[in-house]
C-alpha cells in the first residue's frame, strides 16, 4: 500500500509539473513557407515556455488592468464559443499563470495543460495614417490572425512566437482597453496582461537564442 500511495504521488507530481505543450487546432491560409516559419517558432515558444524564467517573470510582473479579462463578454450571441458575462475580477499573478499553466482556454478541453491555436496568416493592407496591423484576435471563432510580414517572416527569430502569446491572453478573455499600446499603457498606468506576457516572453527569448 505504501508503495502504492507513493507511486500516485509521483505521478501526481510529475503531472503537476509538467510544462504545458501548444498545439495548433486549425490553420486558415498558411503557405508552405508560412508553416515551415510557424514549425521553427513554434520550437522556440516551447522552450519559452520551458524556461522557468518565464513563469517566474508572470509571478512577479506588475501587471495593470488586470481586472479587463472581458473580450468573451463582447461576442455576437451566434459565435462559436459561448457569450459571457462581463468578468471585471482581478486576477492576481498566480491566476494568471494558472490560467496559462493550465491552458484554460475554450478550445479542446478545459484545463488539459495544452494552449490550444488557432491560426490565420495574413497580408494587412497599410492604412490611411501608415501603420500595418500584425494581428489580432477574432473573438467569436477563436482564431488568431498574424501578419506575414511583420510576425510569421519578420526576420527576427522568436518575434512570432511572442505575438502568438500575446494573442493567446486575448484567447483566454484579456482585453486592451485601447486599441494602441501606448493608449492602453496610458489607460492602464502601466503594462497590461497580454502586453505585459509579450514582454516577459521576449525576455525570455533572449536567453533562449543565446
Ligand atoms: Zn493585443
Not at 464559443?81 to 468578468?87: A, G, I, L, R, V
Request: aromatic share 8%; hydrophobic share 30%.
Amino acid at each position: 500500500m505504501k508503495i502504492l500511495n507513493s507511486l500516485i504521488l509521483i505521478i501526481v507530481c510529475s503531472v503537476g509539473y509538467a510544462y504545458p505543450t501548444v498545439k495548433v487546432d486549425t490553420l486558415i491560409d498558411f503557405t508552405k513557407a508560412d508553416s515551415a516559419a510557424l514549425k521553427t517558432e513554434l520550437q522556440l515558444l516551447d522552450k519559452i515556455l520551458q524556461n522557468e524564467r518565464f513563469w517566474e517573470g508572470i509571478k512577479n510582473f506588475e501587471f495593470h488592468c488586470t481586472n479587463w479579462r472581458r473580450l468573451h463578454h463582447y461576442r455576437k450571441r451566434n459565435a462559436l464559443y459561448p457569450k459571457q458575462k462581463k468578468d471585471k475580477h482581478n486576477y492576481s499573478n498566480e491566476e494568471i499563470y494558472n490560467l496559462l499553466w493550465t491552458g484554460d482556454d475554450e478550445i479542446g478541453s478545459p484545463k488539459d495543460s495544452v494552449i490550444n491555436l488557432k491560426l490565420q496568416a495574413k497580408d494587412y493592407e497599410q492604412n490611411k495614417k501608415g501603420r500595418t496591423r500584425h494581428g489580432g484576435l477574432d473573438k467569436n471563432t477563436l482564431v488568431i490572425s498574424s501578419n506575414r510580414k511583420t510576425r510569421i517572416h519578420s526576420g527576427n527569430p522568436g518575434e512570432y512566437a511572442c505575438h502568438l502569446l500575446h494573442e493567446y491572453m486575448h484567447v483566454l478573455g484579456f482585453k486592451h482597453r485601447k486599441g494602441r499600446p501606448s493608449r492602453t499603457k496610458k489607460k492602464c498606468g502601466g503594462t497590461d496582461v497580454a502586453l505585459g506576457v509579450q514582454l516577459i516572453a521576449k525576455d525570455v527569448l533572449k536567453k533562449v537564442l543565446n
